[in-house]
Structures are given as structure tokens and as C-alpha cells.
């Protein structure tokens, strides 16, 4: 499988992001990253490190699981309903800016569903979102704010996202 | 497991960890400023009620509430049931107005599995006669294993009223299961026969079944369904079975008491036992509306929890 993005790329990446996020935000205080699960997460915190290396800055950061706000839950016929995960936001969103965190931005879907249930959380000032791959083919009217890398797909095609943290590896690859 | 919820004896170990760790994540919820996410919005449940329930009742409510469902109540003390109608009767009327799903709570033993053949609807046992009452079992499962880190290996002693008790038999279930030893306990008039087949130690001794144990598990005296002379007298009752300090004192230090409610105070548990710092019991009650949320959850999906 044709590797698109290798483990010392991404770090070059996210230390990218991570500079682009404090040049667009001046207050660094009101800052909080909360990633999707699940590889999101481990990108959030990474994000939270490299901020933390240029300033100093201890960026809040949390984690988001959208299974139950999904809007396909209950349209399949048949088949076990995916597996719910634990959301851990230990701060306070309101009036907050949050930098909304996944590995793949595809159909936006995804992030229909996470701005959904960070609402539910309380008021944020400002969301962003931040992600490590656009591969295009939106079905829905969302951008990114942070993009790692732009990767023009086609339907058939798959992005895999493999992160230390969870698969031992850091490396993107597509799949013809 | 099929589409439904009918008891712990159909549920495999994996089913029952998916349960507990479903219920994990829809904990978190309660703590959020809007206790409420969109997952069942469009479902209709009904909780349809045969007997007296405060708890469970509520604890299915909230749970649907929070998930968004569209929840009706039907006690049976409002009831066409009155009139003479049968259960079919009820249960074929209420399923011509389609809804997703029914909780029943019911007197009779297999009253859920009856409902269950003759509706479409997912069928979830909120208690039935002497049989079972899973989502008891499992919430009891979620304390336990909140506070002990495992099921596996423990000592559970469960005292009181066991002939009566359908949260005995699915506790029994559930915990054998998982591979906890289970103690029942209470007096020799109110052990049915056959207890030991379901994998537990019959004892109608206090001191011995809670003796180590890291559980103890109180069952409620059921006045309501002893007809017969169980015990000679309630005092008696507390004098011999009754959990005082000094019987937990026999258990490990850091014993957990339960109580599936609704409690007898001096008659199967001293005052200062259920309100003491290792009692769960309203731990149990929270976590109940997580393990139901979980259970309602589960179902709601195409194949059950298949």
C-alpha cells in the first residue's frame, strides 16, 4: 500500500498546525483541543505537546466519542450497534475556543455529529477544526481550519490513519 | 441474545461486559449540564407495568429520556387490565400502535417471554414474578466491579429471602458467570429447592456466608408474597438473618452492602448498616439508569446485541 505521509512527516506536520493554531489565536488561555475517538485523541494530545514546546502553554484537552450522536445509528436493518466509548471533557467549553481534533476529514459526517454533541457541552466562543488528512468528497457544508495534508481521493479509495498510540506505527497510507 | 432482554441466563459473558462497559460510557452522561443525547429520538417505549415499582420504574424513564425516546407509561393500576383484559390483549393492543420497544414489569414468571413470541416489538424484563430481574443483576454486576476492579474470584454473599427473590436468580446467574463465588443465605423455609444447581453455596448461616466476603448482598422480605408462615416474626428475622455492624464486622474490611430497594429497615438490614461508609446502595440506584440506558441502547440496533 502506497504510503502518503511517513512518521517523521506527520511530526513535521503537527508542529506545522500546531504554530498555524497560536498565529491564529492570540489568547493562548482560552484554547482547548478535545479530540474524536479514536485517533483524534492521540492527535489532540499531541497537538497539545507541540504547543506546549513552542510557549510553554498547557493547552486543556479532552475527548469526544460521537457514536451516539451518529446519524446513522438506526437505519441499518441488521448488524450489532457500534460501541459506545467514554467522552472525558474535564473543563469547562464555555466561552472557550476549541479546536475540534480528527485524523481524517471525508463526508464531514463526523464532525456534523461532534459539533452536535460538544453544544451539549455548554457555549463555546469559537470551535476550528483541525484535521490530518482532507481527502475531499464532502456531503455536507464543512471546512477545516487546519489541514495536515490535502489528499484528492476517489469513493473507491481508503485512507488509513495509523498512529503510535493505537496500531505501533505512525504512518497514512491509501489503499487502491 | 435475540432481540430481546429476558434474563441473564440467556446473555454470554462477552454480552454481559459489552452491557458494563456500554454503561461506562453513558455514565459520563449524567454529569453533563444537558443530560440528554439524540440516539433514540423517533423510538417509542412503553413501560408497561403490572406491579407496584418506584425504582425501576423511574430508572427506565430517565434512562429512555435521556436517550431521547418517546416513553409511555402504563400502570396497571390505570389500566384496561382491570376491566378483565388478558396480557395478549394488552400486549396485541398496545403493539398495533407500534411502539419500538416494551419494558414489563409482571407478577407472573415467563410473562416477558410470553410477550416476547406474540410481539414485534423488543420485549426488555423489568422483573417477572419469582424468575429474573437482569437489569438488576447487571447494575449490581456495574457496582461491584466499580468498586473491586474485577468480578472473577470475589466473595458474594447474598442474604434474606431467596425463595421469593427473581434478583437472587439473576444475580446467581450473572456472578457465577463470571466466575465469582456466590453465597445464598436465608432461612431453611425460604430456600427453594434446586438453589445449588444454579453453581451456589447454600448456607443458612450468616456468619459463614459473610464470612471473607467482599460483597453482601441484602435481599428485601417480601411480605406481600408470603402467604405461608416463612418466619415465625420479623423481630426473630432481624435477630437471626438481620445485617448488624457486627456480622459485616465478619467480612473483609473493605466489604461492599448492596440492597436492590426498596428496604426493610430492621428486618433484613440495621440502620446503621445501610446508611454505613461501605454501603452502595444509593450507588446502585445511579448506576441503574446508566445500565439501563446501555441495555436500551444495545437493543435499539438491528440484531440486538448479536
Known amino acids: 500500500m502506497p504510503v502518503v505521509m511517513d512518521a517523521d512527516r506527520m511530526t513535521r506536520t503537527l508542529t506545522r498546525i500546531a504554530h498555524e493554531i497560536l498565529e491564529r489565536n492570540r489568547g493562548v488561555e482560552e484554547l482547548a483541543l478535545v479530540g474524536i475517538r479514536t485517533r483524534g485523541v492521540p492527535i489532540a494530545r499531541r497537538l497539545a505537546q507541540a504547543i506546549h514546546e513552542i510557549n510553554h502553554h498547557d493547552v486543556p484537552t479532552g475527548a469526544l466519542d460521537i457514536t451516539l450522536y451518529r446519524d446513522d445509528l438506526m437505519r441499518h436493518a441488521v448488524g450489532p450497534q457500534p460501541v459506545v466509548r467514554k467522552t472525558e471533557i474535564p473543563f469547562s467549553i464555555d466561552d472557550k475556543c476549541i479546536l475540534l481534533v480528527d485524523d481524517v476529514l471525508y463526508t464531514g459526517r463526523t464532525i456534523r455529529a461532534a459539533l452536535d454533541a460538544l453544544i451539549d457541552f455548554g457555549r463555546p466562543k469559537a470551535?476550528?477544526?483541525?484535521?490530518?488528512?482532507?481527502?475531499?468528497?464532502?456531503e455536507l457544508p464543512i471546512k477545516a481550519d487546519y489541514v495536515g495534508k490535502n489528499l484528492p481521493t476517489s469513493l473507491s479509495q481508503s485512507v488509513q490513519v495509523h498512529l503510535t498510540e493505537v496500531d505501533g506505527r505512525d504512518e497514512v497510507e491509501i489503499e487502491p | 441474545m435475540k432481540k430481546d432482554l429476558l434474563g441473564i441466563a440467556d446473555l454470554s459473558q462477552e454480552e454481559i461486559y459489552l452491557v458494563l462497559d456500554t454503561a461506562e460510557a453513558m455514565r459520563e452522561i449524567a454529569q453533563r449540564p444537558i443530560k440528554k443525547v439524540p440516539t433514540l429520538r423517533g423510538k417509542t417505549v412503553v413501560n408497561l407495568f403490572f406491579e407496584p415499582s418506584t425504582r425501576t420504574r423511574t430508572s427506565f424513564e430517565i434512562a429512555e429520556k435521556r436517550l431521547s425516546a418517546d416513553t409511555l407509561n402504563i400502570a396497571v393500576a390505570t389500566s384496561s387490565v382491570l376491566k378483565g383484559e388478558t396480557l395478549a390483549d394488552t400486549a396485541m393492543n398496545i403493539e398495533a400502535m407500534a411502539p419500538d420497544m416494551i419494558v414489563l414489569r409482571h407478577a407472573s414468571s415467563g410473562a416477558p417471554h410470553f410477550l416476547s413470541r406474540i410481539c414485534r416489538s423488543r420485549v426488555i424484563n423489568a422483573g417477572d414474578g419469582m424468575h429474573e430481574h437482569p437489569t438488576q443483576a447487571l447494575l449490581d454486576a456495574f457496582t461491584i466491579r466499580e468498586h473491586k476492579k474485577r468480578i472473577g474470584g470475589l466473595k458474594v454473599a447474598i442474604v434474606g429471602d431467596l425463595l421469593h427473590s427473581r434478583v437472587l436468580r439473576s444475580n446467581a446467574l450473572l456472578l457465577t458467570k463470571l466466575g465469582a463465588e456466590v453465597w445464598a443465605c436465608g432461612p431453611r423455609t425460604l430456600?427453594?429447592?434446586?438453589?445449588?444447581?444454579?453453581?451456589?453455596?447454600?448456607?443458612?448461616?450468616?456468619?459463614?456466608?459473610?464470612?471473607?466476603?467482599?460483597?453482601?448482598?441484602?435481599?428485601?422480605?417480601?411480605?406481600?408474597?408470603?402467604?405461608?408462615?416463612?418466619?415465625?416474626?420479623?423481630?426473630?428475622?432481624?435477630?437471626?438473618?438481620?445485617?448488624?455492624?457486627?456480622?459485616?464486622?465478619?467480612?473483609?474490611?473493605?466489604?461492599?452492602?448492596?440492597?436492590?430497594?426498596?428496604?426493610?429497615?430492621?428486618?433484613?438490614?440495621?440502620?446503621?448498616?445501610?446508611?454505613?461508609?461501605?454501603?452502595?446502595?444509593?450507588e446502585q440506584v445511579a448506576n441503574g439508569v446508566a445500565v439501563r440506558m446501555a441495555v436500551l441502547y444495545l437493543l435499539a440496533g438491528g440484531a440486538g446485541m448479536d
Do not use: C
Open chain 2, 191 to 282: 430456600v427453594p429447592p434446586g438453589l445449588d444447581r444454579l453453581g451456589v453455596h447454600v448456607s443458612t448461616s450468616v456468619d459463614r456466608a459473610v464470612e471473607g466476603a467482599d460483597v453482601v448482598m441484602m435481599l428485601r422480605i417480601q411480605q406481600e408474597r408470603m402467604q405461608g408462615a416463612f418466619v415465625p416474626s420479623l423481630r426473630e428475622y432481624f435477630q437471626v438473618f438481620g445485617m448488624t455492624v457486627e456480622r459485616v464486622a465478619r467480612a473483609k474490611p473493605d466489604v461492599i452492602i448492596m440492597h436492590p430497594g426498596p428496604m426493610n429497615r430492621g428486618v433484613e438490614i440495621a440502620s446503621d448498616v445501610a446508611d454505613g461508609p461501605y454501603s452502595v446502595i444509593l
Open chain 1, 127 to 138: 470551535i476550528q477544526l483541525v484535521v490530518l488528512i482532507d481527502r475531499g468528497h464532502r
